[in-house]
């Protein structure tokens, strides 16, 4: 598969009072084209860092992109001057936030919302836009989209608004569109009719998507392929199937195993990740995980491991992959 | 568990005025009744009324009608001085950790607060074991007493939270979403804690929470909200094997499970349209009437199984 | 694909089977906190010490009231002796200020007259706080009916016009630095009152008072414990921005002669002294005025600056 984003060695650091937050720490990840790509990970993790990385919206200060690429069609978007990303976001780059309510602009019509972007980045008239704006309405299911074309977003309930977002960020076909935990704020109904929007909007127009989110339920229902996270690195990535069916590093098998299941018996207990993640003020030296890890080995304290592979797609990072881990446990 | 109730609600209503003439029935009529040792799981989303009910259980508003009886006592008929007492029985467990402690304060402020509210610890040595030995009781570090909120990680502020509603030896927590703001990995480890103290100390708890799966797994009974009614009530096994409101069996559907297989076979049932809240009542955005919350009283369709008379 | 993650594990690190060894997780490394404890004021502290501006500010504030302290016992004269040899005199070793149409010394008067407006702008601020909180407490906690009168009856006292009042007050009694801080507080701490409601009307909703009330806590704990300290960000900013505005008034009722008489000194008056000679000579306006921009100035930049320090998020 052709890769329509690449992002390589990318390292991202906070600047906060008393050091330096080492937030994003060496992450390499491509997406391909029409895949999607879920980056799980708890809060901290720098799972959307790593998005507002890509898209140039990480406020800086007190934020610095220390080192890396993000490789968008052939182009480093971190070299980009904020005129020649402007004009990429929202055109080739959409990107929905958790918050349908703080990324709308309360004051303007969300008819007004959806043309603006069309007129700013196809050229279109104003009753082209208008046009083409409330066939996007439609399209994420919103009834009566003609009238509520010239409503304001607080007329909206908040999984309405989220589908006006899809519709915005979506208007004008762009490649890849970033999803910034688009469900979390929503109660689990509305949280379905999302996921099955965003997928029924990505088989239409071929994009790409990068979900965000901590909700490894979600990723089993939407998504292709998974990165998961773990204190600013990627600790595995791998086909859903491989992550959910046969995870391999003890943080991802941590996740899968604390999270209660419907058939499960209430007697069995649920078996938790101890612990707290590390802060990034000051990274673990070792594997970050290793403090919290069922599974830890003296040398995961001292050394960060590195990758080991299981398939084209599939790879973990941990010292217990590591030939020798298992020669010393058989003996 | 034990068989007698604990907790006895009966009729409770809550109505805010919500200005031009419109009134908010956060919650509609709500009997139910909690045993002692006992789990009572709530579940709706938001804006269904539960958090609003768990408030005014603890009468921290105080109801529109109705009574909520502890141990026999009808707890809205009790004098301020009496309420004040009262309260070392029945604590709560917020969902927001950051918002539920107070940042000028510190850790061993916060805990200490109920203690010094009631008088709980004679001297300045006791109170300071007493708050050593909660923090230890929730798996804190003691060293982190004189620290503040802001220092701590979401689940070490909801822990923060349980020792100081467990400094009053209560005997029923009303836990307010006490895991939905926090991180998956995370989450099981509060749930543990709480199911362990509960072992430990007999307590009761009434569980309000969306997260479906958990609620499953920590409760004995689940009660299912929707626009400030109760719709349907039943032991948890009997509910997820067997839901019978048309409500119910949405939000069953809709849980996202873990497992790429289960999710690719899976038929969801969706609700017509979003709702907007109670205000509007059961109507949808293009002013249909999907679900009937009128005949609401609840009838027992088999043993501990009620549901809403319209769909019994 | 992902190439350069496809990094092996280091390959020179000599590795022995004893790094292999198990050792299980380490719960209690974890949940060590790392940084250094900080409370929230201290943290604020540490945002305003390094605002350069604020700090400036500050340091002015400070300076301004040594030398209000100290100023007129370091010089040989007097506030109030006239020298008739000697009026008018422009600055000099003699009188480093110069002298006023009495030949009283500038510097000694302007540093009198320090004390004065200093002493009504803090005065005026505390009496403000004082009004302003008990008020803006009520109403914002107790909320309803209580709210509504009483938000009422302050609405009717700042609808009139304030300069109406003060200088109907000041005719009335006799013009004193007492009256003055009464007519400058009639209404001043309106505005400190409804600071205090609207904060404690939202923080009154926030989970920890919640959690409080659940435990038992009855209005005073409530108020003092959670709410008011809560609320001491905006009432420190309003405090501080209120003092130089007390300044002024008093400088602008005694410009308009319903000041301090004389012949105690105050900027105000001295600025309306020195208004007939002014083109010949400056001084005797050039230095009050200073001082009363001075303050003004330092008084506001600190108070901005304290606000960004106390509330973050304001920042722009």
């Not at chain 3, 945002?47 to 016992?73: D, S």
């Not at chain 3, 609320?231 to 003092?243: Q, W, Y």
């Not at chain 3, 105050?266 to 002014?278: R, T, V």
Request: proline share 5%; charged share 25%; net charge neutral.
């Amino acid at each position: 598969m052709e890769p329509i984003l690449q992002v390589k060695d990318l390292n991202v650091s906070f600047h906060v009072r008393g050091g330096e937050v080492k937030a994003v720490r060496g992450m390499n990840f491509e997406v391909g084209k029409g895949e999607t790509v879920a980056i799980v990970g708890e809060s901290g993790s720098g799972k959307s860092v790593t998005a507002q990385t890509i898209m140039r919206l990480i406020p800086s200060p007190p934020s610095v992109i220390k080192k890396g690429e993000v490789i968008f069609q052939g182009q480093d978007l971190l070299k980009k001057t904020n005129k020649q990303m402007e004009a990429i976001r929202g055109k080739d780059i959409g990107m929905i936030f958790q918050d349908p309510m703080t990324s709308l602009n309360p004051t303007i019509k969300i008819g007004k919302q959806i043309t603006e972007v069309l007129i700013k980045h196809q050229g279109m008239s104003f009753s082209e836009a208008k046009k083409h704006g409330i066939e996007m309405l439609k399209l994420v299911g919103i009834k009566n989209a003609e009238e509520r074309f010239d409503q304001y977003p607080h007329e909206f309930s908040g999984g309405m608004r989220q589908r006006a977002m899809i519709a915005i960020a979506l208007a004008c076909k762009p490649t890849l569109l970033i999803a910034d935990e688009p469900t979390t704020a929503l109660d689990v109904t509305i949280q379905a009719q999302i996921m099955d929007v965003m997928k029924e909007m990505q088989e239409r127009l071929g994009t790409s998507i990068i979900l965000i989110t901590h909700d490894l339920g979600v990723v089993a229902g939407m998504c292709d392929r998974v990165i998961v996270m773990y204190a600013g690195e990627v600790v595995e990535t791998g086909t859903k199937w491989e992550i959910f069916k046969n995870p391999q590093h003890p943080y991802t098998k941590g996740l899968l195993r604390s999270m209660p299941r419907l058939d499960q018996k209430k007697d069995e207990p649920l078996i938790p990740i101890v612990g707290t993640p590390p802060d990034l003020i000051k990274p673990p030296v070792g594997c970050p995980f290793a403090a919290r890890c069922d599974e830890a080995m003296r040398i995961c304290e001292r050394v960060d491991p590195g990758a080991t592979e299981f398939s084209d797609t599939h790879m973990a990072r941990c010292w217990n992959l590591h030939p020798m881990a298992k020669e010393a446990q058989s003996s | 568990m034990k068989d007698n109730h604990l907790i006895e609600v009966k009729g409770l209503k809550k109505y805010f005025n919500v200005g031009k003439g419109q009134i908010l029935k956060a919650v509609d009529d709500l009997n139910f009744y909690i045993r002692e040792g006992e789990t009572l799981g709530m579940v709706g989303e938001s804006g269904c009324g539960k958090s609003t009910a768990g408030r005014t259980i603890l009468r921290l508003y105080e109801p529109t009608a109705g009574s909520v009886n502890f141990n026999g006592t009808d707890i809205y008929k009790l004098s301020p001085g009496k309420m004040k007492a009262m309260r070392r029985d029945m604590q709560m467990i917020f969902q927001d950790p950051y918002a539920s402690l107070n940042p000028r304060f510190t850790v061993s402020d916060i805990i200490g607060e109920a203690l010094d509210i009631h008088g709980l610890a004679g001297s300045r040595a006791e109170r300071k074991k007493r708050i050593e030995e909660l923090l230890d009781m929730v798996g804190l570090n003691s060293d982190h007493a004189t620290r503040y909120p802001h220092e701590f990680s979401g689940g070490q502020r909801q822990r923060i939270g349980i020792a100081r509603a467990l400094a009053v030896n209560p005997k029923f927590i009303i836990c307010d979403e006490p895991i939905s703001a926090l991180d998956v990995s995370i989450q099981a480890q509060v749930v543990n804690l709480l199911k362990d103290l509960q072992d430990r100390l007999g307590l009761t708890y009434l569980f309000i929470a969306h997260d479906l799966s958990m609620v499953k797994h920590i409760s004995d009974r689940v009660a299912v909200m929707y626009l400030g009614k109760m719709v349907e009530l039943a032991d948890s096994e009997e509910l997820y094997a067997n839901p019978i409101h048309p409500y119910t069996k949405t939000l069953l559907s809709a849980i996202p499970i873990p497992d790429p297989e289960i999710e690719a076979n899976k038929k969801r049932l969706t609700l017509e349209n979003d709702m907007q809240g109670p205000i509007s009542a059961a109507k949808g955005e293009d002013g249909t009437v999907q679900l009937d919350v009128k005949d609401s009283e609840l009838v027992e369709v088999s043993k501990g199984h009620w549901v809403a008379r319209a769909y019994a | 694909m992902e190439n350069e993650q496809r990094m092996p594990h280091p390959a020179a690190l000599n590795l022995t089977p004893e790094d292999f060894q198990k050792i299980g997780p380490d719960e209690k490394q974890s949940e060590v906190i790392q940084r250094e404890s900080l409370s929230s004021w201290r943290d604020s502290w540490e945002r305003l010490r390094k605002n350069k501006l604020a700090m400036t500010g500050l340091i002015i504030m400070i300076l301004i009231v040594i030398m209000a302290i100290i100023g007129p016992m370091i010089s040989d004269y007097d506030y109030e002796t006239n020298d008739l040899m000697n009026t008018n005199m422009p600055p000099s070793s003699e009188h480093w200020f110069g002298t006023d149409d009495l030949g009283r010394d500038v510097f000694v008067r302007t540093w009198m007259g320090a004390r004065i407006s200093l002493t009504v702008g803090l005065a005026a601020a505390a009496i403000d706080l004082m009004i302003g909180v008990i008020y803006g407490g009520i109403m914002g906690y107790f909320g309803g009916r209580v709210d509504e009168f009483m938000n009422k009856f302050a609405e009717i006292l700042y609808s009139i016009p304030y300069l109406l009042v003060t200088i109907l007050l000041l005719v009335v009694f006799e013009p004193s630095l007492g009256t003055i801080i009464l007519a400058l507080t009639i209404t001043g701490w309106i505005n400190m009152s409804w600071i205090v409601r609207g904060e404690i009307m939202q923080l009154k909703n926030r989970e920890y008072v919640l959690a409080s009330r659940s435990m038992g806590a009855g209005t005073g704990r409530l108020l003092f414990r959670h709410l008011i300290p809560n609320a001491m960000g905006p009432i420190i900013v309003t405090l501080t921005l209120s003092v130089p505005s007390a300044i002024f008034a008093e400088a602008f009722l005694s410009f308009l002669g319903l000041g301090v008489q004389a012949p105690v000194a105050s900027w105000g008056s001295m600025i309306n002294d020195a208004l007939s000679g002014w083109m010949y000579y400056p001084w005797r306006m050039l230095f009050p005025a200073l001082f009363i921009s001075l303050t003004m100035l330092a008084f506001n930049i600190f108070g901005d600056g304290l606000r960004d320090a106390l509330d973050p998020k304001l920042k722009k």
